[in-house]
């Protein structure tokens, strides 16, 4: 490609990118000051109603123009933002309770106020919660922009068309993955490094549930990996550390991962690899 087949092709693929995404900059500008007007004030700003009636207003006008750039539709940004914010009193106290469940959960968790100034989980959580609000009014593309901000701040990577139940608990938070047909119920508590996922990603299962059902107070502790949108984790159960699973449990199960200790030796070790190839023989 000679260089000015090159131009001309650059120039037309960020003529054609720009025209569907939300600037970049701004949608992250977008989602700090929305978190930080909700859960971390500032001394002396947004103290008195008016100021705060001013703020909510900015945010209004900046969502808009963010959803704008999206559809191209003044009326269509307007009536999408003014949805947003007539819910989000109930997204503020459907976050609040998250919050809770950490202080509830977490012996190391202080006070609300360290929850909503260091947990990168309940970051996490409010992000997924303000992008699947907008998920919902069928908003795509912005929704999955404010999504990978959280992911890249938090390495939570929560796909905004996931649903999730109230009082939702992520502790530590980094390599959690949920994929966006998973459906989760109430009083759910994942650990670092789970993934809820699809057992088979081909492009003709898009419009298939892909995701599993985790059912309420299930717990899912680190590296657990749950996959298949046929598979249901019962309520009540508890998937211990390193646990593959890709089928559905009954309520109140307990599923964990068995680790060998054999003491080193030539002859322990032999014996070891002898019973593992006996076994694999057996599953065959």
């Known amino acids: 490609m000679h260089n000015k087949d090159f131009k001309q092709s650059l120039y ?3 003529n054609t990118i720009q025209a569907h995404l939300p600037d970049k900059e701004l949608s992250q500008q977008f989602i700090d000051h929305l978190y930080n007007f909700l859960f971390i004030p500032r001394q002396g700003i947004n103290s008195k109603e008016h100021e705060i009636e001013k703020t909510l207003h900015a945010l209004k006008n900046h969502l808009s123009t963010l959803i704008y750039e999206v559809t191209h539709d003044v009326p269509a940004a307007q009536e999408a933002a003014e949805k947003f914010f007539s819910e989000l009193p109930g997204l503020y106290e459907e976050l609040l309770n998250d919050a809770k469940s950490f202080i509830a959960n977490d ?4 006070n609300l106020a360290e929850v909503l100034n260091a947990y990168p989980g309940f970051y996490a ?18 929704p ?11 390495g939570v990577d929560i796909h905004p068309g ?6 939702f608990f992520i502790d530590h938070g980094t390599g959690v993955v949920i994929g966006e047909t ?21 492009k003709n299962k898009r419009a298939e549930r892909r995701h599993p059902k985790i059912e309420d107070n299930v717990i899912l502790y680190s590296g657990a990996t749950v996959l298949g949108g046929d598979t249901v984790v019962g309520r009540d159960s508890i998937i211990g550390a390193n646990v593959w ?19 080193r030796g030539k002859d322990s070790v032999a014996t070891l690899l002898m019973q593992v190839a006996d076994d694999e023989l057996l599953q065959d």
């Open 245 to 263: 699973l890709t089928h559905s449990l009954p309520q109140a199960s307990l599923v964990f991962h068995k680790s060998e200790v054999v003491r």
């Open 144 to 154: 999955r922009v404010f999504s990978e901000y959280a992911h890249s701040k938090t």
């Open 107 to 110: 012996p190391a968790a202080l």
């Open 12 to 14: 037309r693929h960020h």
């Open 162 to 167: 996931a649903t999730i139940g109230k009082e």
């Open 182 to 202: 998973a459906v989760i119920g109430n009083g759910v508590k994942v650990y670092q490094g789970v993934t809820v996922g699809a057992f088979n990603s081909e």
């Open 125 to 142: 959580i409010s992000v997924y919660r303000i992008a699947n609000s907008l998920w919902k009014q069928h908003i795509k593309i912005l």
